[in-house]
């Protein structure tokens, strides 16, 4: 099985601040990752896919980069909105998801 | 708008069994694979399984091969997973979800219904 590692686990940030989160996968997954935001209480909604590709109606401050084992998520400016859990997935061979990064306001 | 909504999930006795079922709206359901992800309480997504638009391929996670089935039926736009041999650590919320596609060959999950909960416990 690939495992999908994220970092960190959570973070604490401010409105404006530029965010950074890590997906590190246990083998080369080309470029078959995505990028999910989960508010609590509702379903993930999917923002990235294809390592760097956005999702149709998803805020261009949300980009994806990355290729092979290391992936990153960037949101260059956060918005209140934007507090949430992001998760990484693998969609190489069969599917996995990483642990989850919690983003919440300091 | 694409519409899930999931029913059937609800508290069974470990070694019980649950079938959950997802109709879909607003879209042309014959033209998409779908999944089932879970979420234990407090954790991270868990892929479970996943069916082809006309049945015939159908992938599972290892840890509920022989005890789950995934099945759809296409003339009614509805999925199901039906469970058997259900543990504590299968409690979770369970997500229908589509599963987009394009000529890149990246699959991802694009419309998530709202979620139904099982609860396996004694």
């Known amino acids: 099985d690939i495992q999908m590692t994220q970092s960190p686990s959570s973070l604490s940030a401010s409105v404006g601040d530029r965010v950074t989160i890590t997906c590190r996968a246990s083998q080369s997954i080309s470029n078959y990752l995505n990028w999910y935001q989960q508010r609590p209480g509702k379903a993930p909604k999917l923002l990235i896919y294809?390592?760097?590709s956005l999702q149709s109606g998803v805020p261009s401050r949300f980009s994806g980069s990355g290729s092979g084992t290391d992936f990153t998520l960037t949101i260059s400016s956060l918005q209140p909105e934007d507090f949430a859990t992001y998760s990484c997935?693998?969609?190489?061979?069969?599917?996995?998801f990483g642990q989850g990064t919690r983003v919440e306001i300091k | 708008e694409v519409q899930l909504v999931e029913s059937g999930g609800g508290l069974v006795q470990p070694g019980g069994s649950l079938r959950l079922s997802c109709a879909g709206y607003?879209?042309?359901?014959?033209?998409?694979?779908m999944t089932w992800v879970r979420q234990a309480p407090g954790k991270g997504l868990e892929w479970v399984a996943n069916i082809k638009q006309d049945g015939s391929e159908k992938y599972y996670v290892e840890s509920v091969k022989g005890r789950f089935t995934i099945s759809r039926d296409n003339a009614e736009k509805s999925l199901y997973l039906q469970m058997n041999s259900l543990r504590a650590e299968d409690t979770a919320v369970y997500y229908c979800?589509?599963?987009?596609?394009?000529?890149?060959?990246?699959?991802?999950?694009?419309?998530w219904g709202q979620g139904t909960l099982v609860t396996v416990s004694s």
């Open positions: 294809g390592a760097s």
């Open positions: 979800a589509t599963v987009a596609w394009d000529s890149s060959g990246w699959y991802r999950v694009e419309s």
């Open positions: 607003g879209f042309r359901f014959t033209s998409y694979w």
């Open positions: 997935q693998q969609t190489y061979t069969f599917w996995t």
